[in-house]
């Protein structure tokens, strides 16, 4: 059974920076993983930062150059540092994993982790 748990959110100042850590278990860590976000008052989870299996990494426009996603194999742990925060950046951030490599469909959902950026 695949766990993805998040960690490292919290409540900052606009400008601070954060780190976020998503613990995976029960599961292949070489597929595609990302992280997304909920804001407050939206439907739709948005995409943040993926890491597709082939190893290629992808931005939303909106945080490109202020967050850096990465990944550890060995310790299954995939990492969001987000520098430069803004109010904006307020959401929940989910950790993500495919279920099929390769196909670029998330299938196991971590619980979430709630940022809050005051500016």
């Known amino acids: 059974q695949v766990h993805l748990v998040e960690s490292g959110g919290g409540s900052v100042q606009a400008g601070d920076s954060l780190k976020l850590s998503c613990a995976a278990s029960?599961?292949?860590?070489?597929?595609?993983v990302g992280w997304y976000r909920q804001a407050p008052g939206k439907e739709v989870r948005e995409l943040v930062s993926?890491?597709?299996?082939?190893?290629?990494?992808r931005y939303a426009d909106s945080v490109k150059g202020r967050f850096t996603i990465s990944k550890d194999n060995t310790k299954k742990t995939l990492y969001l540092q987000m520098n430069s925060l803004k109010s904006e950046d307020t959401a929940v951030y989910y950790c993500?994993?495919?279920?099929?490599?390769?196909?670029?469909?998330?299938?196991?959902w971590g619980q979430g982790t709630q940022v809050t950026v005051s500016s």
């Open positions: 029960g599961y292949i860590f070489g597929c595609g």
């Open positions: 993500a994993a495919e279920g099929i490599c390769g196909v670029g469909y998330m299938e196991y």
């Open positions: 993926t890491i597709s299996s082939d190893g290629t990494i």
